[in-house]
């Protein structure tokens, strides 16, 4: 029972990370019908930047977060206005290879620009374990703020997309872009917004990362990026609660399958569940099968 309660505490400091990701995607696909393969790579810019905020500029956690959501949300607009917004309207086909080639190149760049070996994270704030049920279960500062800080990412997206006149905006484009420009809207910058607040979420997962395992590398959105997919495809591709219950059931799913099995296996298994999900419920679990007329 132990090692299941301190998995399960692991799993959702985990999921939390992959919900904060999941968001970026499931946002950008609700209101462009985009898989926004690069969006991995944007959280390993916001992991650079905290980190170069941290020991070049000798920043606080808050001002390093805050740093590095501010430069993941220009590269996430820049990188919509440049390289999705010319392609809008144009095959699928293209705009997904475009989404892979910017990943790429942000890779790439990142081993050019950063060098491709791993740097040790720097030790923001000092590291304390809590116990808990006298000593039964432990749990660290660092899980705390991982905890914190996505809780109040999400409350406050949601607050965003259901309480302000941006957020109104957001849904009428993913219901029918066309009729809300129609209606006044502006649907470019609808769509750059959108962009924005996936980057910052992600530049907050990644300087999380960067906390809670004291290690970045130019690659490491790869995978991350790709688990976030799966999550959000779990949850339901475009649906925002969705994404948030996936990271968290992702993370989860990979802590026990660590702890009760073999690290080894935790990638294998995420896949199998991706193949699973398209296979029983296309939709995910908060999606529901649409009927459209051939």
Known sequence: MKTFIEQLINGLSLGSIYALIALGYTMVYGIMKLINFAHGDIYMVGAFTGFF?????????????????????????????????????????SILITAIGVSLFLENSGIILFTPRTRTYPQIFKQHVYSLLNGYVTISNQQIVIFVVSIIMM?????????????????????DPDAAKLMGVNVDNTVSFTFAIGSALAAV??????????????????????????????????????????????????????????????????????????????????????????
């Open 53 to 93: 905020a941290s020991t070049t500029l000798h920043l606080g956690f808050i001002p390093s977060l805050l740093l590095a959501m501010l430069v993941s949300t220009i590269f996430g607009v820049t990188i919509e206005r440049i390289a999705y917004r010319p392609l809008r309207g144009k095959s699928k086909i």
């Open 155 to 175: 409350v406050g997206l949601q607050f965003i997309i259901y309480k302000t006149k941006i957020g109104k905006a957001m849904r009428a484009v993913s219901l």
């Open 205 to 294: 997962a990644g300087v999380l990362v960067g906390i809670y395992y004291n290690s970045i590398d130019p690659l490491m959105g790869i995978m991350p990026g790709l688990k976030a997919f799966i999550a959000a495809v779990l949850g339901g591709i475009g649906i925002i609660p969705g994404a948030m219950v996936g990271g968290l059931l992702m993370g989860v799913i990979e802590a026990m399958v660590s702890g009760y099995g073999s690290s080894l296996y935790r990638d294998g298994v995420a896949f199998a569940l991706l193949i699973i999900i398209l296979i029983i419920k296309p939709a995910g679990l908060f999606g529901k099968n649409i009927r459209e007329k051939v």
